[in-house]
């Protein structure tokens, strides 16, 4: 049997993959939310018994938090071994009285499947899954080694994988890694992902008085906890869209000339920013397009912000407390440790007197630089161009994945970025959506890609 | 049958006129909440069937919205009318999981009564009730004629009873009006309130883009709308506490020496403040006291805020939306309307660029100056220092009392502001409370209060 036969494979079960997504997009496995424990449960098991059915030898790697899932195949000597990596875990629905259907019932509305998940990690980790399918069920060899590591916290800031590739580097060792949690550069671009910013997440809480107040009796005797929440976060930033927290760019290594022009040839995209989010201008670090600071310039945007009454009507209280969920993307070489102590002291030296401030970790990662010119991420590039039919090109994302820094460290292997979203999935958000189209081709792509990688290893 | 029996009556009855206000506060009449509409109504059923025991022919007004009940004794010619106004309706009751025993299960603990309304206003008003019911029961003729105006809307910014009291005016007719929703200077200083400071209570929501975005991807290039919300709330403040919307202070009428020189006398209250709160420090408009700045500065406080994010752990997104609910307290003579016209106008024209911004009305109040030296304030002040045992003193409130202003111009009588209440007891805000023994005298001195007015008419 030959690739073609796993084409074809592909092509015929276009509806079977498609309904076995959608019995993984309907568990509601929420990382972040304690009551939804018994969900990520069920997505393991959902995974475990489909890597089973593959002859995959899966195991459910037991941590602190949510469980990892690893697998593998026959591992033969003399061909190389892919390691895929996956989150089984998806972020919170809220506002879920937003989604035009329910976030965990998916279903395809002109041509886009609609649930939580479906682009952000579950279509994208699943479709590897299928490629694999289309080898074991025509009985064509598999052409490389493989292995899978699937975890559940990457929507939450958990930190077991870290640890666990750090000790175990022997167990997850191989040749490359590929990783599908990225995007396409829009509908008929697709594109390697060769840069990754990093994180820094922190919640901030603001204290004043004991309890929430009458702010008749009290108001313009006491400082009101938001109104100082709010100075601080004002200060964080400056009318230009600088970053005002000191030392903050110090470690801001800028991109290069060839990456800048390589954007710049993209053209103007303040207007697909415009169409893609639906703002009535963009607004950014001043110096800098729209790309650029999407993918190389670090940022700080509040995540969330509550405090005092929030119901229907009018209740005249001065809170007690104050709060905010903050992050700061970072590009290289910011470290997250040393970002977040900064931020730390500064909005410690900015808060306002009569009030009280603290900071809570809530997670990060490192940014991410990936060598373009490494056999890996050609034979990418060509299974991608093959798999969509049409040029690929190398483009950044704003966004992290926690653990590519780490796997660079610990394995010391290529990572290849083989993105199958698009910027307008509303991942995070209301109405999460992936392409039906793009799944399938997705599929083909990884299998394909399995073809290039052995190839490679042959001249 | 003479005072004294009256007096000896409330005495034999405090624990029964306790047991009577239990029943009342279990009703969560909360006016700003649809969800409790029923409540009101049973809130409603409960003071008509109290009056009607009284004799005082109940009548249910029916509005728009929460209905206000009126009352009336036998109008004998040749005496005083006495109007009294009190609100049956309370605050909502979040952060609920703050109260140490449940809102609406009223409890003594340390002498106090704790539940939603305690103070505010269902115990004080419900005073009046039973000090009226000391005459009739022991068959003393009441000394005055009697109105009662009841509303349910006063915490939610409703505006029923204006338009009722200015198109009534006949109904109301009375020689004088007695509200009991304020408070003592302190627990041992009596005191009876001549300023009300007003209200003009609004909600701002700042859009930005169509959904909420990943603020990986898009994470530098479009503006946040939480982050353009605290940049305009910081700006309504200067760092020295004063407002900065163009003519915010255009009308207010500096108050005179002698008020200051009346706060100044009774010390250095920043300690007050600061036990009653729980600050650990005052904070407020610069050159003023902290008396000062809640009797006789005008504010501007933040009620509440949300945006994105507020759940368990993290989540990256750019909100859509975020908003805020504000208020400004207003001395004389700022006009409610052209204060709010001023604020659109001044956040419309700070709104930062990439996001649009809106304004709702959330109902208002003019703040209320009220004459010292009429015959009615001084029986006001010879039965509080009856009923307390104590020397009365004048004092201001910050708070809004929004009814008092239309009264003044509508019935064109004095009015006595004649609280029972604590500024710390917790109204608008978890374990609110209200001290059994005052509940007690300010019965003691409403009774005492018709008295002296029956008096005053013959001297």
Same mark, same amino acid.
């Given at each position: ?133 289309? #080898? ?283 993105? #199958? ?39």
């Amino acid at each position: 049997m030959a690739l073609q036969d796993v084409m074809q494979y592909l092509d015929d079960h276009r509806d079977d993959h498609l309904q076995q997504l959608y019995t993984f997009l309907k568990i509601p496995s929420i990382s972040a939310q304690p009551s939804h424990k018994d969900d990520i449960r069920a997505a393991v098991a959902f995974l475990t018994a489909e890597l089973q059915g593959l002859g995959l030898e899966p195991e459910v790697i037991e941590l602190q938090g949510h469980p990892l899932i690893y697998a593998q195949s026959e591992q033969r000597q003399g061909r190389p071994t892919l390691l895929f990596y996956g989150h089984y875990d998806v972020q919170p629905v809220d506002p879920v009285d937003l989604w035009d259907s329910p976030p965990f019932s998916p279903e395809i509305r002109e041509g886009w499947i609609y649930a939580r998940g479906a682009s952000d990690d579950k279509g994208q980790m699943y479709g590897h899954l299928k490629a694999i399918e289309g #080898f074991i069920r025509t009985g064509t060899p598999l052409p490389v080694n493989i292995k899978c590591i699937f975890e559940g916290e990457e929507e939450s800031g958990g930190r077991g994988i870290y640890a666990y590739t750090r000790e175990n580097p022997e167990k997850l060792a191989c040749d490359m890694i590929v990783i599908s949690d990225t995007h396409l550069y829009d509908e008929e671009t697709p594109a390697i992902c060769t840069s990754l910013r990093g994180l820094c997440y922190l919640e901030i809480r603001v204290k004043g008085p004991a309890m929430d107040l009458h702010s008749g009796i009290f108001g313009g005797a006491v400082r009101n906890p938001a109104d100082a929440l709010c100075r601080i976060i004002s200060r964080l930033k400056d009318e230009e869209g600088r970053i005002r927290i000191p030392g903050f760019y110090d470690c801001v290594v800028p991109a290069g000339d060839e990456v800048r022009q390589e954007i710049a040839r993209l053209g103007n995209t303040d207007l697909k920013v415009k169409e893609e989010t639906g703002v009535s201008a963009v607004f950014g670090e001043s110096g800098y397009s729209s790309l650029e600071r999407m993918w190389i310039r670090p940022t700080c945007d509040v995540n969330g912000i509550w405090s005092g009454y929030t119901g229907q009507g009018a209740k005249t209280v001065i809170p007690a407390v104050a709060a905010a969920k903050l992050s700061m993307r970072l590009v290289p070489h910011q470290d997250p440790d040393t970002i977040r102590s900064a931020f730390i002291a500064y909005v410690k030296d900015i808060c306002p007197t009569g009030v009280s401030v603290e900071v809570e970790d809530m997670g990060g990662a490192k940014p991410v630089l990936i060598p373009r010119d490494s056999p890996l991420i050609q034979a990418g590039k060509t299974a991608l161009e093959k798999g969509f039919g049409k040029k690929a090109i190398f483009m950044g994302d704003g966004g992290s994945i926690p653990i590519v820094g780490t796997f660079q460290e610990s394995l010391q292997v290529p990572v290849l970025l083989l993105g #199958f979203g698009l910027p307008i999935d509303n991942i995070h958000s209301p109405n999460e959506r992936f392409k039906r189209s793009h799944y399938h081709q997705g599929i083909r792509t990884t299998a394909l890609l399995l073809a290039e990688v052995a190839d490679l290893q042959k001249t």
